[in-house]
């Protein structure tokens, strides 16, 4: 049995399921991956009618596609090669079962090999430290907020600190989300960023907080002052509150495709990240950008926004994605 047949049979369940928090989350995949999906999977059958028989126009074709969709030209190549061994090996000449083996072959880039883990890593004694990092302009702001407000609802005393303090306004717009979303907030305009943070853990500890939610500056242009900062960022935190950050998590705008890829490969080099945080990936027919950030950076995605609303954060889950991206195949 593939791997596309046990998920089959695990989406199966999830929809007969009568947890309705989980046919929920289901709905939200479906509905934020439509755009990705009515490209991709659309294209993929009209492919199938167009060529019944497999052939060296249905693989350039297929590779197009797979370009297309936003998954990495070397992830596509080096999957273009496994899918001809399969073919061969396999003896497949059939399109319309070579699709099943396309999604299978999908999968295994995400699945198989080294375990990501799409968890976060609480802390067991004393507030959770979770470090965000991303440059200007892809929701780094909004994506704490979310964050602050999923934790908030889970009953958790949630501080946000402003470490992005020479952008003119980053601090105040930091403030006014807290103050919407019931958070604890702590900032300083113009001032050295590790001091805030620093000065931020103290009152986090001192009001026994929970989650702590720290935004840095994006200013990727120089990246040798922004390492340096986030290294004296990172031993200020540790000093306070020994493994922390727990997190660092990377916040990047699906819709940027692969220049979010660059992105997450320029992070990597300055800092240690431990997940990625993908915004606005209902808005975007490039969801195959999760399967490229496995293959290409090899870093879990934590969370995926799917929406503007301040609930359509959602941890990431393979099951989940899997399905919003082949339901129409299922």
């Known amino acids: 049995m593939g791997l596309f047949d046990k998920f089959k049979k695990i989406i199966s369940k999830k929809e007969e399921t009568k947890d309705n ?117 892809v929701g780094k702001t909004t994506t704490i907020a979310k964050l602050a407000h999923k934790y908030i609802n889970e009953g958790k005393k949630v501080m946000m600190i402003a470490g992005d303090t020479f952008r003119a306004g980053a601090v105040e717009q930091l403030e006014i989300w807290a103050k919407r979303c019931g958070s604890e907030f702590y900032g300083k305009s113009e001032s050295d960023p590790a001091s805030v943070i620093y000065d931020g853990l103290v009152k986090a500890k001192k009001d026994n907080i929970d989650i702590v939610l720290i935004d840095t500056a994006g200013r990727l242009q120089n990246k040798v002052n922004l390492m340096k900062e986030l290294e004296k960022i990172n031993k200020v935190i540790e000093t306070h509150i020994p493994n922390a950050p727990h997190e660092t998590l990377l916040v990047i705008d699906a819709s940027t495709g692969q220049n979010g890829i660059m992105q997450a490969k320029a992070f990597k080099e300055i800092t240690n990240i431990t997940g990625i945080v993908l915004t ?22 934590k969370f995926i926004g799917l929406g503007e609303g301040m609930d359509d954060l959602k941890p990431f889950d393979i099951e989940n994605y899997i399905y919003g991206l082949f339901k129409d195949m299922m």
């Open 280 to 301: 606005k990936l209902d808005g975007t027919a490039k969801g195959g950008i999760v399967l490229a950030i496995k293959e290409e950076v090899n870093l879990p995605v």
């Open 21 to 137: 928090v989980e046919k929920e989350t289901l709905k939200d995949y479906d509905k934020g991956l439509k755009k990705t999906r009515d490209e991709f999977v659309s294209k993929l059958n009209i492919l199938g009618i167009k060529y019944t028989k497999v052939s060296e126009e249905y693989f350039e074709e297929l590779e197009s596609l797979l370009i297309m969709a936003d998954i990495g030209v070397n992830t596509v190549m080096n999957f273009m090669d496994k899918l001809r061994d399969r073919v061969k090996h396999e003896n497949i000449t059939d399109t319309a079962y070579l699709k099943e083996v396309i999604v299978d072959e999908l999968l295994i880039i995400y699945v198989e090999g080294e375990s990501l883990s799409d968890k976060i890593n609480m802390s067991g004694e004393g507030p959770t430290v979770i470090l965000m990092v991303g440059v200007n302009g």
